[in-house]
């Protein structure tokens, strides 16, 4: 799995988790954040074995209605017609 700067991307029991790992600057995002969250997300998607995606941020995360249209946005394709995208987002 590649290595990130903005975030922190795992995987383990069908559960995909991308932490946002910027808290110096309360997890805003910069254009490398969103490129990575997108190729994380991206690798969840088409990963069979992966149900559910959660999306954290240590301390806060600044721009959480962003957050919400980009998982949206991300959740409107589909796969072979009839995968769901699931994701749940919280901060710690």
């Given at each position: 799995?590649?290595?990130f700067d903005d975030i922190i991307y795992t995987k383990q029991?069908?559960?995909a988790t991308v932490s946002i790992n910027?808290?110096?600057v309360l997890n805003a995002f910069?254009?490398?954040t969103i490129d990575e969250m997108m190729e994380a997300f991206d690798d969840a998607w088409y990963?069979?074995?992966i149900g559910v995606v959660v999306l954290m941020g240590s301390r806060a995360i600044s721009a959480p209605e962003a957050i919400r249209?980009?998982?949206a946005r991300a959740g409107t394709r589909?796969?072979?017609g009839h995968r769901a995208?699931?994701?749940v987002i919280c901060t710690a």
């Open positions: 799995m590649q290595s029991d069908g559960i910027r808290p110096w910069r254009p490398r990963d069979d074995n249209k980009f998982v589909t796969k072979r995208c699931r994701c």
